[in-house]
Nanobody, 129 residues
Framework: EVQLVESGGGLVQAGGSLRLSCAAS????????IGWFRQAPGKEREGVSC????????YYADSVKGRFTVSSDTAKNTVYLQMNSLKPEDTAVYYC??????????????????????WGQGTQVTVSS
C-alpha cells in the first residue's frame, strides 16, 4: 500500500522558514513523481510544486517561486519542501501526493489533483503577520 506521511508544519512569523517532509513507502524504484499542494480555508487545493511529465523538470507556482525549494533524499524515500520568506498568504494545509509509474503511464498534467494516486494526511502551516 502506497503511503505518504508529512511532517514539519507549524506556526511561524512572516519572513520565517519551515521545512516540510514527505516520507513515502509502499512502492519501489524511481518511477514516480511527488507533487506538493496546499489548501487554504475556503479555497480549492492548489499546486505548489510538481514535476512535468513532458520535460521532467521541477516547476513551482508563481506565488512561491524563488522562496520554496523541493529536494529529496532517495535513501530515506523522503521529499522535502523548504519554505523561506514565508508570507501570511502561505497559510494553508500542505499536502504531498504521489503518482506511481509515471514513465509507464505516459504524460500527465502535474498540476491537477486528479493525476495523483495517493495523498498524505496534510500538515498545517500558519504564518502570522
Amino acid at each position: 500500500e502506497v503511503q505518504l506521511v508529512e511532517s514539519g508544519g507549524g506556526l511561524v512569523q512572516a519572513g520565517g522558514s519551515l521545512r516540510l517532509s514527505c516520507a513515502a513507502s509502499g512502492f519501489t524504484g524511481d518511477d514516480y513523481a511527488i507533487g506538493w499542494f496546499r489548501q487554504a480555508p475556503g479555497k480549492e487545493r492548489e499546486g505548489v510544486s510538481c514535476i512535468s511529465s513532458v520535460t521532467s523538470g521541477l516547476y513551482y507556482a508563481d506565488s512561491v517561486k524563488g522562496r520554496f525549494t523541493v529536494s529529496s533524499d532517495t535513501a530515506k524515500n523522503t521529499v522535502y519542501l523548504q519554505m523561506n520568506s514565508l508570507k501570511p498568504e502561505d497559510t494553508a494545509v500542505y499536502y504531498c501526493a504521489v503518482r506511481v509509474g509515471v514513465r509507464r503511464r505516459g504524460n500527465y498534467f502535474c498540476w491537477s489533483v486528479y493525476e495523483y494516486d495517493s495523498w498524505g494526511q496534510g500538515t498545517q502551516v500558519t504564518v502570522s503577520s
